[in-house]
């Protein structure tokens, strides 16, 4: 039963991460920039993680071996901001409905570094599950319709690559988790994140009242529910599953979430094809659990 609490704590993460849209639709019309967001959600959610885990376990938790720090560095800039940097520009490049397609590629990028580094053994039910996962997250993406789907080279390639910085996140969150906690991991993880946000993205000046109250609340706002929640619920799970390649694929009820919300709030349209896209994301969980019980 342990190992299907670890599923519970890493889809319910994919379901917070599916309210990023709505946070980010809520900051834009506020007037903040995309770089500003980024960072507010980052430095925001690496505060909240800072004291939390020094009430929690006292400021010597944070003291850790290198290759611990080394981890929670790559888990900073790699996983978070680069994948943050390179979605930014395949969304510009592409729209929104093919860049996240694109990024829910990760667990195809995931199987082969899980292969590679934990040895992982790929079988018939987990390639299914990868390719169920895949088609549905295209299918509820663009609900089919490829031909009004503006294509570009440059986007294709920003988005391929944020779905391998994404994908990094399961191996160096494995082995980051493995020697400390994930309170610890999670707060090195946005610290490093911030700093990288603040010298790239130069936030303060895409925006033009960084004080402003509205965006500072949805800021916070941003940070505590899709991301510092989130995070820790991921990690926690992460910590008990053994096989990397199956997490991305559970965690990809985000797309589920936010197809929800875009329905519900922004009154998107959503096609039948669409419910056939969250219908197989569902089925490819799902053979993805059992798939783990059965190789139990």
């Not at 197809?259 to 419910?275: C, H, K, Q, R």
Request: with cysteine; proline share 3%.
């Amino acid at each position: 039963m342990k190992i299907y609490k670890n599923y519970f704590l890493i889809i319910a993460a994919g379901c917070l991460w599916g309210t990023i849209g709505l946070f980010v639709k809520l900051l834009e019309q506020a007037g903040s920039s995309s770089e500003y967001t980024t960072f507010l959600r980052m430095f925001f959610a690496f505060l909240m993680l800072l004291v939390i885990t020094i009430i929690k376990d006292g400021h010597g938790a944070f003291r850790t071996d290198r290759g611990t720090l080394i981890s929670c560095i790559l888990l900073g800039f790699v996983s978070m901001s680069l994948n943050n940097l390179f979605y930014a520009k395949a969304v510009s490049n592409l729209g929104m409905a093919l860049a996240a397609a694109l990024l829910y590629s990760a667990p195809i990028f995931t199987s082969i570094e899980s292969k590679i580094f934990f040895k992982e053994h790929i079988g018939r039910n987990k390639i299914i599950a990868i390719a169920m996962s895949a088609a549905g997250c295209v299918l509820a993406a663009t609900s089919g319709q490829f031909a009004s789907v503006h294509l570009s080279l440059a986007g294709i390639l920003f988005g391929l690559g944020a779905a391998l910085a994404y994908s990094t996140q399961n191996i160096f969150g494995r082995l980051a988790t493995n020697r400390t906690s994930p309170w610890v991991v999670s707060t090195y993880q946005f610290m490093f994140a911030s700093i990288f946000t603040l010298i790239v993205g130069r936030p303060f000046s895409t925006v033009g009242n960084p004080l402003d109250p509205t965006i500072l609340l949805y800021g916070v706002l941003f940070a505590l529910i899709p991301t510092t929640i989130a995070y820790l619920l991921y990690f926690s799970g992460v910590r008990g599953i053994t096989e990397s390649s199956k997490v991305p694929v559970m965690a990809a009820m985000e797309l589920v979430v936010a197809t929800v919300l875009g329905i519900a709030v922004f009154d998107e349209s959503f096609s039948p094809i669409s419910i056939v896209g969250v219908g197989l994301i569902l089925g490819s969980i799902a053979l993805m659990s059992k798939n783990e019980t059965k190789e139990e």
